[in-house]
């Protein structure tokens, strides 16, 4: 078969199935330069209209800026780009985009070239192959791509929910300080107000055992001065009553 490989399905998705003598390129069409970084590859794709929708750690994701619905997945390690990319870039890029396939002695005199005079290094393959055209599996593509969108879009809500919960624990901890807070003060408040009324008290006892003394001292001179007065109110009596002496006597 000419070319490096043969399109097949796995697991819905159309996937080039490369021989091993055989390596793919992608290749931009207006240089005829091989696109061999995904930064360079971006900025290709800039220059068409797309730009970026998402990334993570592993995918960069771009659509275009009218609003279409098409999407572009390209990983951000260049070892890891496969054929599906190539094939997702190609079909919504026809012209401005190809897949060239090399053998494996080509991609070697490509990257190691002999720059002696007497050099006869062996010509890369100029020879063109386009992925056959395969309508019934953009659906399919297209459906994994919609499928693609849903899982971010339900990952953005679940960070939005983290982070409300997040704020909401937050705000739980500010109300459970702010309430320690005022306990405490209203603990201090408590314990100055108790320590004044038993200072209170004490000084109230210590009136009252003055004011019982005083009533003591008092009721002792009451009855002294009331025994006494007795005593001289019997003297008084003994004194009229006593008989006088007669003539006779």
């Known amino acids: ?88 870039i190609v079909v919504k890029n026809r012209d401005h985009f190809k897949v060239r396939y090399s053998t494996i002695v080509q991609i070697k005199a490509q990257v190691e070239p002999d720059l002696s005079p007497n050099s006869t290094s062996v010509p890369a393959d100029q020879s063109m192959a386009e992925p056959p055209p395969a309508p019934a599996t953009a659906p399919k593509l297209a459906g994994f791509e919609q499928l693609d969108v849903r899982i971010k879009e339900l990952t953005s809500s679940q960070v939005e929910l983290l982070s409300r919960i997040q704020k909401l624990k937050l705000e739980v901890q500010n109300w459970r300080s702010n309430l320690e807070t005022q306990v405490k003060i209203s603990q201090n408040e408590l314990l100055e107000l108790k320590k004044g009324l038993s200072s209170e008290v004490e000084l109230l006892k210590s009136e009252m055992e003055q004011i019982r003394s005083a009533i003591q001292e008092e009721k002792g001179s009451l009855q002294a001065q009331f025994a006494h007065s007795e005593k001289g109110d019997d003297t008084t009596r003994t004194s009229i009553t006593a008989p006088r002496p007669t003539t006779e006597d």
């Open 1 to 88: 078969m000419s070319g490096g490989g043969v399109w097949v399905f796995r697991n819905g998705v159309m996937q080039l199935e490369e021989q091993t003598t055989s390596r793919k390129a992608l290749v931009h069409v207006a240089t005829n330069e091989v696109v061999r970084s995904t930064e360079a590859l971006e900025r290709r794709l800039g220059a068409l209209g797309w730009e970026r929708y998402y990334e993570d750690r592993a995918v960069v994701q771009l659509h275009k800026r009218d609003g279409g619905a098409d999407l572009i997945s390209i990983p951000r390690d260049f070892s890891r780009f496969r054929s599906t990319h190539m094939y997702d």
